[in-house]
């Protein structure tokens, strides 16, 4: 297998456990419920270990899709980069979401009282952490999306591609700026993900075609 077959393999293999990911993925009431009856949270927290291993095997197809745009070898490293930056506030947001949260949650089903109060304070803090961190790193992974469809657009790899990337991407980049209700942005940031994992698993199969 070459490194192009790889880098599209583990493109598409990430982005589809990351589709998984966003079906079973809790809400913090449904964290909050499960500590009170008294289970583990175990899926908040499977589905978020596979986030974060789903995110290093994507960032891995990254930079082989980086590798591949010969032609435009500095902007495509440079929106490695700056997708590498995403990929590192996206596993902060994942690891607070999926360890910190239960287990705060597990302190508020625990407590009462006063006690209760600072716990589930506790537990919405570890969720403004989850929010803040999601939010950069889809805004910067919008930006790499733009750099990197740019670099296929101007290198031949796919002008159909790169057309899509740049129209997703810089209404990522608006989106996150403007979107302050939390229940928008969580609904917002669901389809935006959805929008880059096409374009990713897209990005994939064409590695895999040319290799």
Do not use: C
């Not at 986030?51 to 591949?68: F, K, S, V, Y």
């Not at 796919?158 to 209700?181: E, H, K």
């Amino acid at each position: 297998m070459t490194t192009n077959e790889k880098a599209g393999l583990a493109l598409i293999v990430a982005s589809i456990a990351t589709f998984g990911v966003l079906a079973l993925h809790p809400t913090g009431r449904d964290v909050l419920d499960a500590a009170a009856a008294g289970t583990s949270n175990a899926l908040d927290r499977g589905v978020h270990l596979v986030a974060i291993g789903a995110e290093a095997i994507l960032l891995a197809g990254m930079l082989g899709l980086a590798l591949r745009l010969t032609t435009q070898r500095d902007l495509a490293m440079g929106s490695f980069v700056v997708y590498a930056v995403a990929i590192a506030a996206l596993v902060i947001a994942a690891t607070a979401s999926g360890l910190i949260a239960p287990s705060a949650a597990w302190r508020v089903a625990q407590s009462q009282g006063a006690a209760r109060d600072i716990a589930l304070a506790g537990f919405q803090f570890s969720g403004y952490i989850t929010q803040s961190f999601a939010r950069v790193g889809f805004s910067l992974a919008s930006l790499a999306v733009v750099g990197f469809s740019v670099a296929m657009y101007l290198d031949g790899f796919s002008r159909a591609l790169g057309s899509y990337g740049v129209i997703l991407g810089v209404a990522g980049i608006i989106g996150f700026d403007v979107m302050n209700v939390s229940g928008q942005m969580h609904g917002f940031a669901g389809l935006a993900m959805a929008g880059q994992l096409v374009w990713t698993i897209w990005a994939g199969l064409l590695l895999r075609r040319v290799a």
